[in-house]
DNA sequence: CTCCCTTGCGCC
DNA sequence: AAAGGGCGCAAGGGAG
């Protein structure tokens, strides 16, 4: 990276914005209604000697945001803002999103966040207090405390003349102090960390345009499954109302505990105990109802009442009430780069404090959906478009082997190889060709083989416990696993992949001496605390987890910086992002030619330009295509 | 009613 | 003693 500071290049930018409705000024896909609009804008310069207003004004139009981004771009300039992907999304609404990709950003928010960003950890009940990274109060306090203050006595729905000019000079502050604050967290950042948050901030405007066009919801596909759910959930209450079983008992953890052990008379196989009261509670959860359903087929239905209507809400409910709410047959799940300490986005579908009547369902819960297709057929493409996902194949497999240096591991990664197949054979004592071969032919018991081994090799990457193996085998695969066996496969992971416990080792000391994990690509996590204290394990997880899950994480942002120059110029657009796997819309005459260029791009991502590394195994990535999330099919390449 | 805590659970 | 990690959302329930 050869990008440095440059006091007369950097420009702060910050809007002020409302609507027909105060919670409408956080909505910018209502400009197009007239529902939406910019109060003012502040444009913030340095003129060598001290920073002041350029181009700031009070409800500027599309014309005057254009000479702004114009001027940024023939004059080189990078514009910081403070959580600016909601300002680049205003310019989106204005019509300027081919201009926003071409301007270099930055974010103040962000920058801390690389600084010192830490983990939230909790341990049995007691939780850190989640940090803050807000300007202010907060930044402005931290790092300007002589600025403090000017916030107070603001409209931002203001009409009169006087209260207008009070928001336009608040604006122009806010912008002020992100300038100072970010220059000054900028020069404290080491050169890996800056150059990671310069790839970084290359998505914003990809992920500022996708927050601000929302996501087509298909509504009768909706309605379908609603209806689907609701006939099941039926069909279920019919068969335990009987019992007793009401749907208010059903959505009652207490209720149902009273109903299963105390009415039922089913032993209780599970308990939680809160920390902060003490109390003792019977659980009900799925894995409790799983081991029930084995001495008494009414919990299986039980399991599968509850599921229904936990789904029907969140799935098919969800993205259908947010499509209503945002009134343009779209769902807006607001995305949030860096939004883990890992780096991972993350997705808000909700604005307005949470549990009050301010709540608004702007989006619904899109890193969580369903993965069976009629779950996932409620997402589509725009007309004209095909959706298009692209994933890192094995990717935390992968980054564990080059992180780890495991020599099984990494031949694993070679092409041709199915690390999956050769644990099934290890844990089930069989020659791994053999396998591969009789997976081929499709034998379905090499297939449950390997579909062992593929639950080992996910799940015990990260100090899993045999007793937890055995829960997740039993629950999530249904493979009626005892203790002994989960031991046994336990050991034969430690067995097969040497080097893993001895990463596992190394990483927490490493840690421990420097008080920080970093990511292959020199992203930092602060783990400071007590490492003998309660919170000591989760400390010790952090430090193994963060550097392969950071690492995807930076694979991702850097994946996406390197595809924007081609999506722009096919007309291809960000949709979505489920940590190792971007999703595209793609106009559909581009489908075809974009499934090799953007494949090839991808399996050539210049990681040491960008990291320093070279990574010693191939980094493939897998490509999908269709016309809603549902019927995604894997893309031959012929 | 709001606020806060807890339980349970979906995905990667 | 034992303990994968990372999230966000729905819902119940108690306090005030």
């Known amino acids: 990276m050869t990008w440095t500071w440059d006091d007369a290049k950097v420009v702060a930018h910050d809007f002020e914005t409302s609507g027909t409705l105060p919670e409408y000024a956080l909505q910018p896909w209502r400009k197009g209604v007239g529902d939406f609009w910019a109060t003012s804008m502040s444009v913030i310069r340095h003129n060598g000697a001290k920073l002041e207003p350029h181009g700031s004004r009070l409800f500027p139009q599309a014309e005057h945001m254009r000479t702004f981004l114009e001027q940024a771009i023939a004059e080189d300039w990078t514009v910081v ?7 680049i999304s205003v310019l989106c609404a204005y019509g300027l999103a081919d201009l926003c990709h071409q301007v270099k950003w930055l974010d103040g928010m962000l920058l801390w966040r690389h600084l010192e960003v830490e983990p939230e950890y909790e341990f049995q009940g007691a939780a850190h207090k989640k940090k803050s990274y807000r300007l202010k109060p907060g930044g402005v306090e931290r790092w300007l405390p002589m600025m403090a203050g000017y916030n107070e006595d603001v409209d931002f729905h203001a009409t009169d ?5 009070k928001l336009q000079l608040y604006n122009d502050k806010d912008s002020v102090c992100t300038w100072i604050i970010a220059k000054q967290i900028w020069h404290s950042l080491t050169p890996q960390q800056q150059a990671c948050a310069l790839i970084e901030a ?4 990809m992920i500022a345009e996708t927050n601000y066009l929302g996501l087509p919801i298909d509504g009768i596909a909706c309605s379908e499954l609603a209806a689907r759910l609701a006939r099941t959930a039926d069909e279920k209450l019919a068969i335990l109302a009987p019992h007793g079983v009401t749907e208010t008992i059903i959505r ?3 209720k149902l505990a009273a109903l299963l052990f105390d009415d039922w008379g089913l032993p209780v196989l599970k308990e939680n105990t809160s920390k902060k009261t003490g109390k003792v509670s019977r659980s009900t959860d799925k894995e409790v109802l799983h081991e029930l359903a084995l001495q008494d087929g009414r919990c299986r239905d039980l399991r599968a009442y509850r599921e229904c209507l936990n789904n029907r809400t969140k799935f098919a409910e969800g993205p259908a009430v947010s499509a209503a709410y945002c009134g343009d047959s779209r769902s807006h799940p607001a995305a949030i780069p860096f939004g883990t300490y890992s780096g991972r986005l993350t997705y808000g579908s909700k604005q307005g404090k949470a549990g009050t009547k301010s709540e608004r369902p702007t989006g619904f819960a899109l890193h969580q959906e369903k993965r069976d297709k009629e779950f996932r057929r409620v997402v589509t493409a725009p007309p004209g478009y095909t959706l298009m996902e692209f994933d890192a194949s094995g990717q935390e497999f992968r980054w564990m082997a080059i992180a780890s240096g495991d020599e099984t ?3 694993l990664c070679l092409p041709g190889e199915d690390p999956h197949s050769f644990m099934g054979a290890r844990v089930t004592m069989q020659e791994y060709h053999e396998l591969t071969n009789k997976v081929q032919e499709g034998d379905p018991l090499a297939k449950d083989a390997r579909q ?3 639950v080992a090799n996910l799940s015990l990457q990260y100090r899993t416990s045999a007793r937890k193996l055995r829960v997740v085998a039993r629950v999530q695969y249904d493979i009626p696993m005892e203790l002994p066996e989960a031991q046994r496969i336990h050991r034969t992971y430690a067995n097969t992949y040497r080097g893993v416990p001895v990463y596992w080792g190394r990483q927490i000391a490493l840690t421990r001496r420097m008080g920080y994990v970093e990511t292959l690509a020199g992203r930092r996590v602060q783990v400071v605390g007590n490492w003998d204290g309660e919170w000591g394990w ?7 987890n963060y550097r392969i899950q950071g690492t995807g994480a930076d694979q991702k942002y850097l994946a996406m910086a ?5 999506l722009t110029r096919i007309g291809a657009k960000f949709a979505w992002d489920l940590h190792d796997g971007v999703y595209l819309w793609v106009p559909d005459a581009k489908v075809q030619q974009a499934a090799v260029d953007i494949k090839f791009l991808l399996d050539n991502l210049p990681y040491r330009q960008a990291w320093g590394i070279t990574p010693p195994i191939p980094l493939p990535w897998d490509c999908k295509a269709a016309s809603t999330w549902g019927d995604l099919k894997e893309w031959h390449y012929t």
């Not at 290359?202 to 405007?205: E, P």
Request: glycine fraction near 8%; avoid cysteine.
């Open 538 to 544: 989760s400390m010790g997880s952090t430090a193994i």
């Open 409 to 411: 591991m990494l031949e």
């Open 562 to 566: 390197v595809i924007k120059p081609y």
């Open 161 to 165: 003349e006087e209260s207008l000019a």
């Open 452 to 454: 062992l081994g593929k």
């Open 252 to 254: 009652s953890p207490l």
């Open 81 to 87: 803002g403070w959580n600016i992907v909601f300002d």
């Open 202 to 205: 290359q998505s914003l405007s």
